[in-house]
């Protein structure tokens, strides 16, 4: 049985409920990969019960956290999964050892990360109301669901919040032409988070992909649909 390595995403829940094991927000699709691969679901430094850093990590400091897991678990070739965060470790870490990869899996990937509109004005205004959060902390929790989605970041110890701030900082575009491992690119056709825009222009950009869009699929489609994903594997790999 081939072996797969799964890498996960940014899902800020697990960063700050410690007691949840992350791996069951991908319980449905780990299932379905597991009936074809011996998947190794990697528990990333600061989500759920691995501790955090001593200090804030960069996107290299976690590619090089893969190298040594698969190092450990005398991993040699195999095919890697990433889905968002995860997707753009699995990017870079195919990029830096291409020959430890296989077959290249990118579920959603946050490999280009542009500032959009919606997060320059997080930026402009989250320094501009420091005064009001002290004055009203009801307005933070509201400021912070608006534009980020949750109020999770708000519970953040600082080092995952700088770690946040390295990751997002980090655009991949330039290193995409250069990866050589054939890679399968997955993404649903109303994701918000990382839009398909993007997945049209990494498949662009990467030269032995190929681009499967799950039409009516969000960020996280692999709980409504799992079979989508690994069939679509099992066919193009």
């Not at 799964?6 to 299932?31: A, C, R």
């Not at 509201?142 to 953040?156: C, E, R």
């Not at 499967?212 to 699929?217: E, L």
Request: glycine share 4%; charged share 25%.
């Amino acid at each position: 049985m081939e072996k797969l390595v799964f890498l996960h995403g940014w899902i800020n829940k697990y960063i700050v409920e410690k007691d949840k094991n992350i791996e069951e927000f991908y319980k449905e699709l780990i299932e379905e990969l597991k009936k074809k691969f011996e998947v190794y679901f990697v528990v990333l430094p600061g989500f759920s019960q691995n501790p955090e850093p001593s200090k804030p990590l960069s996107l290299d400091d976690y590619v090089n956290y893969v190298k040594d897991y698969v190092e450990k678990n005398n991993l040699e070739s195999f095919y890697l999964m990433g889905h968002s965060f995860g997707g753009q470790i699995a990017c870079k870490f195919a990029y830096l050892y291409p020959e430890k990869v296989r077959f290249l899996i990118l579920y959603n990937p946050a490999c280009i990360r542009k500032q959009s509109l919606k997060f320059k004005l997080f930026s402009k205004f989250k320094n501009i109301g420091k005064i009001l959060f002290k004055i009203c902390p009801f307005f933070q929790k509201v400021f912070y669901k608006i534009f980020s989605g949750s109020t999770y970041y708000l519970k953040f110890s600082d080092v995952m919040k700088r770690t946040m701030q390295n990751i997002i900082q980090e655009d991949l575009t330039e290193i995409l032409p250069h990866i050589k491992v054939k890679t399968l690119i997955i993404w649903g056709g109303k994701d918000r988070i990382t839009p398909l825009k993007y997945g049209k222009l990494i498949n662009n950009l990467i030269p032995n992909s190929k681009l499967v869009i799950y039409k009516n699929g969000n960020h996280s489609f692999h709980k409504e649909n799992p079979h989508f994903i690994v069939e679509q594997l099992m066919y193009n790999y």
